[in-house]
């Protein structure tokens, strides 16, 4: 992915969106020819040069250091995902950027990471990559994304599912919110990892296929995907409103464990149990591994 044009879209973007009036300015009259703030007021309320700001939002991120980072950022009113993604795509534009991070896992799963999966009997629960594949699951994980494996094409991937799948739209009651959180979480991604060939190649994908996604892409949201609550609609139990709590695996880079538990008691938690004992009779663990890794393009 082009860096430059990454750092240049996401800050333009993000000054498109603030008004002089929330970052507290004042005006004076006179057509504003911009929607946002423009360059020299975000270089007012940074403490930059109209020059240097000017540098900076064309792409030219390498050496700036991290006051001045955090100066753009509160100029701007950048969340906390969104600073950190400008610090990301300012690693990545300096030399040493491509060579400062660990190598990334997206393949299988090491034998004791697949124990600790399915020792988690009460909740879904998988692994997935910085690609937003699923790389393994338990039981109860495979049966909540059954839908997402009645296409053959492995790995069975969340980005593809959502915008190439009309089954999503039934799976997700708000399916609106899931393609925004997606896109998100891969904007996210792509400014950690810019120089992942496989990420740009799924982005390239889902933008050629798929014009619900370009137009989200062209957003540049960024997210930061922890914890908070998601709501399924399954075809066999019907809907379950879980929790999720997502951690990143520090001794295998580019792998996150994520957990829904439902509220003990809730019916919910009695969904899950139901499903449980489907998935079970229906051996769904069996149909997730039982097909061949295939090209998505051609299943």
Do not use: C
Not at 54 to 77: F, M, P
Not at 129 to 136: G, K
């Amino acid at each position: 992915m082009d860096n430059r044009m990454a750092v240049r879209e996401f800050l333009a973007s993000r000054r498109a969106k603030l008004t002089p009036e929330m970052a507290g300015l004042t005006l004076y009259g006179g057509r504003r020819r911009v929607p946002g703030l423009r360059r020299e007021e975000v270089a007012m309320l940074a403490g930059v040069s109209v020059d240097y700001y000017t540098k900076l939002e064309r792409g030219n991120l390498a050496g700036t250091s991290e006051s001045v980072l955090d100066s753009i950022a509160r100029a701007l009113k950048l969340d906390e995902a969104e600073r950190d993604h400008l610090y990301n795509l300012a690693r990545a534009a300096s030399p040493a950027g491509r060579s400062r991070r660990r190598p990334l896992q997206s393949g299988s799963v090491r034998p004791t990471l697949q124990f600790m999966l399915d020792s988690i009997t009460g909740s879904p629960a998988f692994i997935g990559n910085h690609h937003m594949d699923i790389v393994a699951a338990n039981q109860l994980g495979y049966a909540l994304y059954s839908e997402m494996y009645r296409n053959p094409a492995r790995p069975a991937n969340h980005s593809r599912f959502i915008f190439l799948d009309p089954k999503a739209r039934d799976f997700y009651p708000n399916w609106e919110l899931a393609a925004n959180t997606n896109v998100a979480i891969l904007r996210t991604q792509s400014g950690r990892n810019p120089f992942d060939k496989r990420l740009a190649d799924l982005v390239g994908e889902l933008s050629m296929r798929s014009e619900e996604f370009r137009t989200r892409w062209a957003a540049h949201n960024v997210r930061r995907h922890y914890a908070g609550t998601k709501v399924f609609r399954h075809p066999v139990v019907g809907e379950l409103e879980l929790a999720y709590e997502a951690m990143e695996l520090a001794e295998d880079p580019g792998f996150t464990l994520t957990v829904y538990p439902a509220v003990p008691g809730s019916p919910s938690d009695e969904r899950l149990r139901l499903l449980a004992s489907w998935a079970e009779t229906e051996r769904i663990q069996d149909l997730a591994a039982a097909t061949q890794p295939q090209d998505i393009r051609r299943a």
